[in-house]
DNA sequence: TATTGTTATACTCTATAACTATA
DNA sequence: TATAGTTATAGAGTATAACAATA
């Protein structure tokens, strides 16, 4: 079982670093990508909770999410109950550019799908939910 | 299949974050864990190679292996046919190194392993070995 | 007094460009 | 002339510490 997750790290590193190459949004940073799919997951929320929710410190979300404001790809709004926080939500922009960067990935994916059987792209499929589930535990 | 790979990607960044602040290795950082396993399965390799199958740049695995030399993880040797490049190949520590850091890991997986239940852990274990075949495709 | 978020600053890791040595 | 590796430098992303505003 330690081989196994030791394995997923190493072996997760290096995918990261090849998927880094095949960005299809250049203008996105992977963090800034992670916190639109937490937003499209979980719907709302404010700067603390995404700060623990994508596991980095406050000022670095501070950052973030001022970086993803100026793309126009999140809405922050006051918070209804405490003046101190507020609320950031994906703006419809963010639902599209998601939507784009699947769309774009296919024509990568079709050069990768040849150096993988059908067996293992199941494999991958039915992977995808449990590291999910894993990465949010 | 789109969505595979972006929920691969997005998850596996979450992931790796929270992998992160799990490590038990506080002195190597991710590329450095992932050179010594690529040392340890392909023997011994020359910083070009290294660098290629790492997808890092050149002077990025120059200081990588530094560091790792620094630290008696990695041996450099003159290559046997040109005087240009070097053989790097891991020492006896770096095997103790990661066998110790396998078991380490045992520790958080007792706490990681009751989020999940057998069905996802042999899921996970199926898919280890592809995300390997994935990153060096 | 504790908590949320921000500002200022420094660190880590990687990349690009220019250079040296060897082929 | 081309290639392997290094040095010097810059950029991206994150963290820590100190601070402001609100609870």
Redesign the pocket.
């Known amino acids: 079982m330690g081989s196994t997750v030791l394995s997923l790290r190493i072996d997760g590193e290096l995918l990261a670093?090849r998927l880094?190459?095949q960005r299809v949004d250049e203008s996105?940073?992977?963090?800034?990508m992670s916190v639109l799919g937490t937003l499209a997951r979980c719907g709302s929320a404010?700067?603390?909770?995404l700060?623990r929710k994508?596991?980095?410190?406050?000022?670095?979300?501070?950052?973030?999410?001022?970086?993803l404001e100026a793309k126009g790809l999140v809405r922050?709004e006051p918070?209804p109950?405490?003046?101190?926080?507020?609320m950031v939500s994906q703006t419809e922009q963010a639902e599209a550019m998601l939507a784009e960067s699947r769309s774009k990935r296919n024509a990568w994916l079709t050069t990768l799908a040849e150096g993988l059987d059908e067996d293992e792209w199941e494999t991958l499929r039915n992977a995808a939910p449990v590291l999910e589930k894993l990465a949010h535990l």
Do not use: Y
């Open positions: 670093r880094k190459h996105l940073s992977p963090t800034e404010t700067p603390g909770e700060a994508e596991h980095v410190q406050p000022p670095s979300m501070t950052r973030i999410v001022a970086l922050l918070h109950d405490d003046r101190r926080q507020k």
